[in-house]
């Protein structure tokens, strides 16, 4: 039985680039909405949502955590008696766990943007913005931090409008800045309000500051032009002079930031207690409820035909699966989204993705790492299945009569590997538990054995990415293990097109083996992949042997043809071939496949790619010059310097192979003043110096 209707649920995500203040943010949240009674800190390792001990100790977020909790509005919203259920997503904001804000983005109906209001637009949060765009995410913004030391509301949020969006449009504007941020006008309803009493609980109504009220009269002024712009009516009577009522500029802007067409811009300091109850406020008022969007589209199994569900509880069951988490208390936890139907404990569910059944034992409903049993689930809510066996990130969990197979999750390839070798024996036996159960939790996480060595070989998102995990190991499964240093994930490609043939013939005596294909080969757009394409004619191949020509050249390209690495971004075309009655397998298909990839890639022009990284470097005016030629001699190109204040801000694009120990080194070179981001771009050919020494192992 629902206890809340669907029109007054919000399924949101907190999202930011790290150190903007998200954590702190959501602390709020979960203290005025009441599901904490004592305001955590970062600073002093009590959060809430940051529940890792990891997480405690490095003061970030590492894991997307979720909480559901209960907001009653307060003054921007008339609808005071009502209260709304909040399914909060909180996010990391390093680059390194980016693939919690993609799966979180892919399921959530709407996202609260946090900037720093001294730094404005960062790396991440374009990184982020980006993700939100792909999945058509509905979004405010809340400027943070404007008690900051070198706060500037303006600078941020024309940052936003140069940076992300045109459609940016502020709503409040703070009153005071700095040590002087005492707290903001609602250009609206052109009130303003102050934020007093322990907690900032207390919220009184002021006079508009006289030498405010010109900057708060100009900015309503262009907020209102901006809001009838996306109504025809309501701009036929704003241009006949008639002054649109705040009831029809909240329900236009409404539709507006639904169809993100306008996003709303709020303010204040989550640490000092200002402006946070009135982002929750603009939470009910502008983002959605499941029943504002669009029905959810998905494939039917059997027909391949697309079909959608719509969001209520009547509706076949259908839910994504977007997260699974190892839990030290109930075991495995499958994080779900119910797009349409209920899903009730003990009942038997589709997963349409693998064409499996999984048993709904347990379903909880999460408070960051502490769990409340429930019965059932309903459509347009968030929970965790219990124990899932078969589940893992991106599939469909549905209706087993029903079924039906929504769009997946894509992710980023890693970009760095390291060697994990376990202590002793029995590190060895708990190290492939730990490793299987980290792979299934992080998508983002791969591991490979290396065939001539023996040895592990583990690869992710970044260095930190990498050391979270072996600390993850050693903490929650008591793995102890060597590792080496981090190396970087090239991969090859090749720059022509080429056709080779592939003939495996084996006499010995008795039954032989014998197969032959000539394949083609041909360079894809950079990030495209691979694609295998079958264009025999006449029955040259028999179509069993198309299969095994095609693990053969899955085999050969995951070794390459020049330094081992990944051969990527390649069409394959098997054209033609020939087979013998008696003696062709698929063995000797599998390896004339393989056999063929090979010649011809050595005759494509086979180069090395790098992971470009996209860099952000903030440091004092004196060091710039150093700085500068420090990233130009690490093959760096530098893209933009701007500044903040008189703080000096360089992007650039640099390889990853660069960049290691760079933290230290610019600690060293700007007295410990000068900071860094660093997050995936792209990859790009090695340069033929550079190649050389790929291949022989030295880089």
């Known amino acids: 039985m629902r206890d809340y209707p669907i029109e007054k649920t919000r399924d949101i995500g907190i999202i930011a680039h790290i150190d903007a203040g998200k954590t702190t943010v959501t602390e709020r949240v979960l203290f005025y909405t009441g599901v904490s009674h004592k305001i955590g800190e970062v600073h002093t390792g009590d959060t809430v949502m940051d529940w890792m001990e990891q997480e405690r100790e490095r003061g970030i977020t590492i894991t997307a955590a979720a909480t559901t909790c209960f907001w009653t509005p307060t003054y921007a919203t008339g609808d005071k008696n009502q209260k709304y259920r909040f399914n909060i997503i909180d996010t990391p904001g390093h680059i390194d766990f980016t693939v919690e804000v993609k799966r979180s983005m892919r399921v959530l109906d709407g996202a609260v943007v946090v900037f720093d209001g001294v730094a404005g ?14 999945y058509k995410v509905p979004r405010i913004c809340f400027i943070n931090k404007l008690d900051r030391t070198g706060a500037s509301f303006e600078k941020s949020f024309d ?6 969006t045109p459609n940016a449009i502020a709503l409040q504007i703070p009153i005071g800045l700095e040590a002087e941020h005492e707290g903001l006008i609602d250009l609206l309803t052109m009130k303003a309000y102050d934020f007093t ?6 919220i009184k109504e002021i006079e508009i500051p006289e030498n405010l009220k010109a900057e708060a009269e100009k900015r309503r002024h262009d907020l ?20 649109p009522s705040l009831a029809d500029l909240k329900r236009v802007l409404r539709k507006a930031t639904l169809a993100v067409e306008l996003i709303p811009v709020f303010c204040g300091s989550a640490l000092k207690n200002k402006g946070v109850q009135f982002m929750l406020d603009a939470v009910v008022d ?11 589209k998905g494939i039917d199994p059997k027909s391949s035909a697309e079909i959608e569900r719509k969001p209520a509880d009547n509706e076949p069951f259908s839910a994504l699966a977007f997260k699974v988490a190892t839990d030290p208390f109930v075991g495995s936890l499958t994080f779900f989204r119910v797009y349409s139907g209920v899903i009730k404990r003990g009942t038997y569910v589709a997963n349409s993705s693998k064409n499996t059944q999984e048993r709904v034992g347990r379903i909880v409903r999460l408070h960051a790492n502490e769990r409340e049993e429930v019965e059932e689930v309903e459509a347009g809510n968030i929970a965790a299945l219990v124990g899932a066996k ?94 080496g240093k981090p190396q970087v994930a090239y991969k090859e490609t090749i720059k022509k097109e080429a056709e080779a043939e592939g003939k495996y ?52 390209l995951s070794r390459g043809v020049i330094s081992g690495h990944l051969m990527t971004d390649v069409e394959v075309t098997v054209f033609d071939g020939s087979y013998h009655d008696v ?37 004092p005016p004196d060091y710039l010059g150093d700085i500068t030629g420090d990233l130009s001699s690490k093959r760096g190109k530098i893209e933009e310097m701007s500044e903040r204040g008189i703080i000096k801000v360089v992007d650039a694009k640099v390889p990853l192979s660069e960049m290691f120990g760079y933290a230290t080194k610019l600690r060293s070179m700007t007295q410990g003043r000068g900071s860094f981001t660093m997050e995936f771009s792209h990859y790009d050919e090695v340069p033929q110096s550079v190649s050389a020494l790929i291949i022989e192992g030295k880089k």
């Open 121 to 134: 637009v960062e790396p991440q949060s374009e990184t982020n913005w980006h993700y939100a765009d792909e």
């Open 159 to 164: 940052s936003i409008l140069d940076r992300l």
């Open 197 to 202: 009493g322990e907690m900032g609980v207390v």
């Open 224 to 243: 209102i032009e901006k809001i009838v712009e996306k109504d025809d009516a309501l701009m036929s009577a704003y241009l006949e002079g008639k002054v």
């Open 286 to 296: 502008y983002l959605p409820s499941p029943i504002d969007l669009p029905p959810v």
């Open 390 to 483: 078969d589940t893992s990130t991106g599939d469909t969990i549905c209706d087993i009569d029903n079924p039906i197979i929504l769009e997946s999750i894509t992710f980023p390839e890693p970009v760095i590997s390291m060697r994990i070798d376990p202590k002793t024996k029995a590190d060895q036996e708990k190290m492939g538990v730990a490793l299987h159960k980290l792979t299934e939790e992080d998508p983002t996480f791969r591991v490979a054995g290396d065939l001539e060595t023996g040895e592990t070989i583990i690869s992710g998102m970044g260095e930190l990415h990498l050391e979270i995990l072996v600390d993850r190991m050693k903490r929650e499964f008591g793995v102890q293990t060597n590792t």
């Open 505 to 556: 013939i084996k006499q010995s005596g008795g039954k032989g083996q014998y197969g032959h294909c000539w394949l083609r080969v041909k360079p894809m757009e950079r990030g495209k992949g691979f694609e295998f394409i079958d264009a025999t004619k006449g029955g040259s191949i028999p179509k069993e042997f198309i299969s095994p020509i095609e693990k053969g050249v899955k085999e050969a």
């Open 583 to 619: 003696d062709s397998s698929e063995i000797a298909f599998k390896l004339a496949g393989s056999m063929a990839l090979r010649a011809a890639a050595n005759l494509a022009k086979p180069v090395i790619l790098e992971p470009i990284m996209k860099i952000q470097v903030i440091i």
